[in-house]
């Protein structure tokens, strides 16, 4: 069953500002069998073990890997997915499905209706004809009321035993086709073996049935050994309260390192509080945020709260290289997190979300390379900069933050 439960109320110990306190009271930080311990009860579910986790951080990689996955499967394939677009990318994938589903294969592809609104009717069509049961998540009719609330998961789980998810939606934009026309995308994605890609079938379980779609689940046997994995996923009405919860856990039991990287960067101020109380405790927190973006108008309501975190000590760099999509975080070369959830309002209230939490030191180590990867492309804005930007660029931010709940 999923959890955490639909309808409940984090107590007060597990709210934000309460799990900062004991996580910051850790003696040993992100490593201490206590941060565990607390990561279950925020979610009131276990961490699975048993795992074998890959990164991949650029998008020909990724899809190459899925496209394997999917022609190597056996009984089903799960497809939940943002943006599914029906260009080269899209095509590739809407083949390697139909052969899929020809092989007997049970195939279900669920894509969100608003963010996939530019693909075109035929496509569908074409997978239906293929052997694909497909479904639209909150089509305009005859769900008008439910409009605001978005599917921007995106996940691919092969047999219940192999399950990616990340940033990545699928298209050309991430590089994975020559035909890319602005130059690959910035993101990250992971691919993880074992239970949670079972818990990750139990997740797309929620949305497919929320579409009209019914799917059978099974108990998951526990198993030992392997990489720890937290699968933290959320939907509007359940689960976005424990991801900010999470989030504020890692941030205050982090000791000597905390890097985001993050493409829709407007969060609340409890937010720039938390990474500046990790900078007080002797924390690197450094933010990797877009130069570009898709959206302009989500960077600068971003840049509104750019003066409040350089004066704690945030550092802050801006992507220069390509447009940044990815979302993740690690801390201390341990605790590595990659998904779906941007921190801006709009992931904490009106978006379904995946996530995964991944506590090994060996991931940890590959994201923080990464990190330092995506630095060279950086630029950094420094306090005295951000002092001398125009005059307009001022008034662009201060409006651009007090839309911030609306993006």
């Known amino acids: 069953m999923l959890r955490p439960r639909a309808g409940r109320r984090l107590p007060k110990d597990l709210r934000p500002e309460a799990v900062a306190r004991q996580a910051a009271a850790l003696p040993d930080g992100l490593r201490d069998p206590g941060f565990a311990i607390l990561l279950r009860r925020i979610e009131e579910s276990p961490i699975l073990e048993g795992n074998r986790v890959r990164a991949f951080f650029r998008g020909s990689e990724t899809f190459t890997a899925m496209l394997a996955a999917i022609d190597a499967a ?30 007997g294969v049970a195939v279900k592809v669920l894509a969100d209706a608003f963010g996939s609104v530019a693909t075109r009717r035929a496509f569908w069509n074409f997978l239906r004809a293929g052997g694909v049961e497909v479904r639209l998540f909150n089509p305009l009719f005859p769900h008008l009321l439910l409009q605001p609330f978005r599917d921007h998961r995106k996940l691919l789980v092969i047999d219940r035993a192999t399950g990616f998810t990340g940033g990545m939606n699928i298209g050309d934009e991430y590089g994975s086709s020559r035909r890319s026309k602005a130059g690959p995308w910035r993101d990250t994605h992971v691919c993880i073996d074992g239970p949670a890609a079972w818990e990750m079938t139990t997740v797309f379980s929620e949305a497919w049935g929320m ?7 099974a108990p998951l046997e526990p ?19 424990e991801t900010a919860s999470v989030l504020a856990a890692i941030a205050a039991a982090a000791r000597r390192r905390l890097w985001i990287t993050n493409a829709y960067f407007a969060p609340r101020r409890r937010a720039v509080d938390l990474l500046g109380a ?11 945020l877009p130069g570009r973006s898709d959206v302009p108008l989500v960077r600068h309501a971003g840049h509104g709260y750019y003066t409040a975190l350089l004066a704690r000590g945030v550092r802050i760099f801006e992507y220069q290289a390509a447009i940044l999509h990815a979302k993740t975080v690690v801390a201390d ?7 779906s959830t941007n921190l801006d309002f709009r992931s904490f209230h009106f978006n379904a979300e995946c996530n995964v939490v991944v506590l090994d030191s060996e991931i940890g180590a590959t ?8 630095l060279a492309h950086s630029a950094e804005i420094t306090a005295r900069s951000w002092r001398r930007r125009p005059l307009l660029h001022r008034i662009g ?9 609306v993006l």
Request: proline share 3%; with cysteine.
């Open 223 to 241: 198993v030992s050994g392997g990489v720890p994995v937290v699968v933290l996923d959320s939907r509007p009405g359940r689960g976005h309260g």
């Open 74 to 103: 056996r009984t089903e394939v799960l497809v939940e997915s943002y943006i599914f677009k029906d260009d080269a990318t899209g095509n590739a994938l809407a083949r390697a499905l139909c052969g899929a589903a020809a092989r």
């Open 397 to 405: 931010d201060a409006l651009a933050r007090r839309l911030g709940p």
């Open 367 to 374: 994201f923080s390379a990464a990190f330092e990867r995506d």
């Open 278 to 288: 990790a900078v007080h405790r002797g924390a690197d927190v450094r933010l990797l």
């Open 333 to 339: 070369d341990f605790a590595a997190m990659a998904g």
């Open 211 to 217: 579409a009209g779609g019914s799917l059978q689940l």
